[in-house]
């Protein structure tokens, strides 16, 4: 009786429900998470309902990778992430897409072998594009006979990307380009203005309740004049592994301590 209590509240398998983190963890795979007593830390695998208001996924939940925490700045470069101005080294099971140049048709049983599952052929010219890892990436460039070349897939500085946050031409931001953004922490007060409200809102207005109205120039909340915000609440960062292919942090913004149901504790794998 004492196990099963302690199995509920504390500790659950979870089934991977997505492909945000491959190849770190697959579709379908299990993993033990705790549930309760968690303190976060860089680089942990946190598991969370999405904070989205999609009606398809909104209601689910996912496992990524913790990157910022509350007060943290983070940014993208290159797809080089920064945290604190800081770079970090990503994990070696962190996949991108890559633009394939074949000499000759990739079969399937190539592919296959040569873990080419994410992507395709793009063209009728023998190009594909693949989600990969360093090290697939380096035995692909070893298969001289059917490989022509292998090519980082990045987007260009400044070209916004609509269906990344804050959704907003102020930021033009894209996955492979992405902020300075700070990340709110509880009791933390921070001047807005008619530019940072767009990273803000859905939280002032969503998770912290408050009704914003902008009129020209100037900001009221609950209806009153205001230049600062005082957050209510700890705000988090997250990034799927499967770098250029997640919905995550760069999609639905920030992720709130409440929508956080555990941490992977231990992966199963099969």
Do not use: C
């Not at 063209?123 to 594009?129: A, I, R, T």
């Amino acid at each position: 009786m004492i196990f099963l209590i302690t199995k509920f509240y504390v500790f659950d398998v979870i089934k991977i429900n997505s492909e945000d983190m491959k190849a770190t963890l697959g579709k379908n795979e299990l993993v033990l998470i705790k549930r309760i007593f968690n303190t976060y830390q860089i680089n942990d695998l946190i598991y969370f309902k999405y904070p989205t208001s999609d009606s398809i996924i909104r209601n689910t939940y996912t496992i990524q990778r913790l990157i910022g925490l509350p007060n943290d700045t983070v940014e993208i470069r290159e797809k080089s992430v920064y945290i604190n101005n800081k770079l970090t080294a990503d994990p070696a099971s962190t996949k991108h897409n890559y633009f394939v140049k074949a000499n000759v048709k990739l079969d399937s049983a190539f592919m296959y072998t040569s873990n080419l599952l994410e992507g395709g052929e793009i063209s009728n010219d023998l190009d594909y594009s693949f989600s990969l890892t360093k090290e697939e990436t380096k035995k692909l460039k070893k298969e001289y006979t059917k490989i022509k070349s292998v090519v980082y897939k990045i987007e260009q500085k400044g070209a916004m990307d609509e269906t990344v946050f804050p959704n907003n031409s102020k930021y033009a931001w894209n996955r492979d380009y992405f902020g300075k953004i700070w990340i709110p922490k509880k009791e933390s007060n921070i001047k807005l203005d008619t530019t940072n409200i767009s990273l803000y809102l859905k939280i002032i207005q969503e998770y912290e309740g408050n009704s914003v109205h902008i009129i020209k120039d100037s900001i009221f909340i609950n209806n009153e004049y205001t230049t600062n915000y005082l957050f209510k609440y700890n705000y988090y960062f997250a990034l799927g592994d499967n770098r250029d292919n997640a919905n995550d942090s760069r999609i639905f913004g920030f992720l709130p301590e409440s929508f956080i149901k555990g941490v992977v504790i231990k992966h199963f794998k099969p």
